[in-house]
């Protein structure tokens, strides 16, 4: 079973900030959070990961709480190709994923 | 990122056919792929891990004498579905990483019809 829990589905602006949260408060020590989204009908994208500290790429930023319980993924400037589900995934090797229901992110015009 | 190409991206077979999905890491050396399975409206499912030259795992109630994993080189991974029937019907995704604790790069995934 997935060790997460997501909102089932999110709204967001075009142009605004998405912030999409996830709880994982059975993390372990050796745990990574993982990003991935997944657009209709197609293999999920990596988006970003990290253990503890707040990560931040050129797709978006991952806050990880200090008890690591819980993370954020923020898109910045939410476009309409951003509309996917998003899965939060905790794991600790990065290969072997066990998805979640993930948060489907609607992104509105 | 890293790139992992599936082929055949969509597939059309008859119930009692075998069907071969293949999957490439372009631009890396997998040491492990991985095949889930992801049915309409629903998460994607584990189904195997592969490892280069060694025997796949298979999760549970995954039937092993029927979805036959390969990974002959640290290129190649294929997923046979032996003697297919409509509720095989699905999308198959396999991922790829360089190594242990990197991430995982997806497939664009096989749309698999049995008729």
């Known amino acids: 079973d997935a060790k997460t829990t997501q909102p089932t589905s999110m709204d967001c602006a075009e142009g605004r900030a998405a912030n999409l949260p996830c709880n994982h408060s059975?993390?372990?020590?050796?745990?990574?959070v993982y990003w991935y989204r997944q657009i209709h009908s197609q293999g999920p994208q990596y988006i970003i990961h990290?253990?503890?500290n707040n990560e931040t790429n050129e797709m978006a930023s991952l806050i990880i709480t200090e008890d690591r319980k819980s993370s954020t993924l923020i898109l910045p400037h939410a476009t309409l190709r951003d509309t996917a589900v998003y899965y939060c995934?905790?794991?600790?090797?990065?290969?072997?994923?066990?998805f979640g229901q993930g948060t489907e992110l609607s992104v509105k015009p | 990122g890293a790139v992992v190409s599936q082929h055949p991206s969509r597939v059309i077979c008859k119930s009692g056919t075998s069907v071969k999905i293949e999957c490439r890491s372009l631009?890396?050396?997998?040491?492990?792929m991985f095949w889930y399975r992801q049915f309409p409206k629903q998460s994607l499912m584990l189904m195997a891990t592969?490892?280069?030259?060694?025997?796949?795992?298979?999760e549970q109630g995954v039937e092993k004498d029927k979805f036959l994993i390969n990974h002959a080189s640290l290129t190649l991974s294929t997923l046979t579905v032996t003697s297919a029937h409509p509720e095989d019907s699905s999308f198959y995704i396999c991922?790829?990483?360089?190594?242990?604790?990197?991430?995982?790069?997806f497939g664009q995934g096989t749309r698999l019809t049995v008729v």
């Open positions: 991922s790829a990483t360089r190594g242990q604790g990197t991430e995982a790069f």
């Open positions: 059975t993390i372990s020590g050796n745990e990574y």
């Open positions: 990290g253990l503890k």
């Open positions: 995934i905790v794991s600790p090797q990065g290969g072997k994923l066990i």
């Open positions: 631009d890396f050396q997998a040491t492990t």
């Open positions: 592969s490892n280069e030259g060694s025997k796949a795992t298979y």
